[in-house]
């Protein structure tokens, strides 16, 4: 085959296959081991899986909206890692819990209190310096997180981690690129990029609890540094959060959004 | 009959077609015992929506070829890793006018922070001229990110170190 772009080769043939990439929604973890360790819960690969999936939605809801073509790009490309995490994740914990849900169960046939998200993750609303802080602090934050589980006893939950580490490298890098060029560039545009740190950071504490945040505190004062901005110092949302299944006011919109397709055709394939 | 491993290596990457699945490294393992063939395969990201696809193109070389009694199944580690794709896969997509991947980075502890631009060396497919800038990191398809020649003006796609 010879094709003068790689386009022509997609559209060949006007095979509208194509176009319709994993609308299958085969198993993902399809022909993967699914030995489940002595002593291994489903806890963390739910919650690992729900931060993605919610953080992914928020990140779709940008496509169309974001100020220009390469963003937007980039945002969907990011949401798409992250739905691809979720799903790995979301499998996995269908198999660890031994109930014989499948992905689709776990995201589409759970209640808001069954969710295990931070809180982080379904924040939306706000400017391009809003949305550049949540993605900056959650990438930073996700990322450390996962270069702790490239041993874990779940030989799984390990091999996701060290693919996802991969990808949420590049997330990192596209948020921190945005906040020193947000922060270090105009007066209005480094007045907006604090304004998202601000409001971004309540709910910073909640992603750590009690667990070493020494490399991502590293990683938001070298950055913020360069950017000229300060870490902020307001105060933390305290009380039980997203791994405790209590959310914020948002998460109930953004389910019934997400879920309301799957609900209203019960068993739907498209 | 053709080999089963000649068959699974002659499959093509749904959205790079000048790339077989052997180019690309995503296909680890063909193993033929008593007619029954067992193909391993990586994904390259893990959103990546063209798995299913290869999954089904693989197994569908397979029984046209004859192979009646057919699984693929899929590796998660070691993950895989731009370094994996061919020489003859890099030439392809540079005829295709896709600059291929340089070295991976390491992988292994925290991963390094770099801040401001980040200076990768990439030839334009086109020219050949080392003056290029990124456009965007992030492309049509997850692997691929958006590049422009400074020498002769032609924007075009480069396949991310990984």
Redesign the interface.
Known sequence: ???D??YE??TEENDD??WA????F?D?????DATVPPGVTADQCLALGDDALIMSHRLQEWVTRAPEL??E??L???G??????A??LLTRAGQIDGSGRGEDDLAFRRDEREFRNVRLAEIDGGHFGHLIARLFVFSAWR??LF?TL?EDDD??L???A?????????H???A??WV?RLGDGTELSHRRMQEGLDATWPWVAELFGETDRA?FDD?VT??LD?ATLTVPQTASVGGPGGRDGVHSERMGFLLAELQSLARAHPGATW | MVSALTVAAGVTDPELPMLTLADLGVLRAVEEHDGRVVVSITPTYTGCPAMDTMRDDLAHALLTAGYSDVEIRTVLTPAWSSDWITDHGRQALADAGIAPPGPAPATGGPVPLTLGVTRRAVSCPLCGSTDTGEISRFGATACRALWRCRSCAEPFEYVKEI
């Open positions: 085959m010879s094709f772009n790689v080769a997609i296959t194509r990439f994993g609308t299958g085969e993902p973890l399809s022909g993967v390469e963003d790009v980039a969907a490309n990011i798409l890692d992250l739905l691809g995490q799903r790995l990322l450390a270069g490239l030989p799984v390990a091999a996701i060290a693919k996802a580490v991969k990808e949420l490298a590049y990192r890098e596209y921190v690129g020193i490399e990683v070298r950055v360069a």
